[in-house]
Nanobody
Framework: QVQLVESGGGLVQAGGSLRLSCAAS????????MGWFRQAPGKERVFVAG????????RYADSVKGRFTIFRDNVKNTMSLQMNSLEPEDTAVYYC???????????????????WGQGTQVTVSS
């Protein structure tokens, strides 16, 4: 089992940058595929970026490609999302998520992830 805590959200102007962090408890962080999802008001939770257990595989939603970068540190048990060139459309609650796996996979749908953080608000003003 793993517990996830996000940090780093906030208010930023369009074109600005933020870095989100996700701290995980437990000693087997490298056994979890990780991802970032976001949920805007009145909308479903959607995939943003994901990274496999040891970072070999990375995927991004088309809407964030070239602007966001996901990375993880399996020694520090952390995952981060560097967000550049932020747009008002990026405004949402951002969630860190995890799923135990023995494979180097990335999951892109929320129903495949079974551990979630509490979320952190990102607001981008125009």
């Amino acid at each position: 089992q793993v517990q996830l805590v996000e940090s780093g959200g906030g208010l930023v102007q369009a074109g600005g940058s933020l870095r989100l962090s996700c701290a995980a408890s437990g000693r087997t962080f490298s056994s979890y595929t990780m991802g970032w999802f976001r949920q805007a008001p009145g909308k479903e939770r959607v995939f943003v970026a994901g990274i496999s257990r040891r970072g070999a595989n990375i995927r991004y939603a088309d809407s964030v490609k070239g602007r966001f970068t996901i990375f993880r540190d399996n020694v520090k048990n952390t995952m981060s999302l560097q967000m550049n060139s932020l747009e008002p459309e990026d405004t949402a609650v951002y969630y860190c998520a995890a799923r135990y796996t023995t494979l180097p996979v990335v999951h892109t749908t929320p129903d495949r992830m079974n551990y979630w953080g509490q979320g952190t608000q990102v607001t981008v003003s125009s």
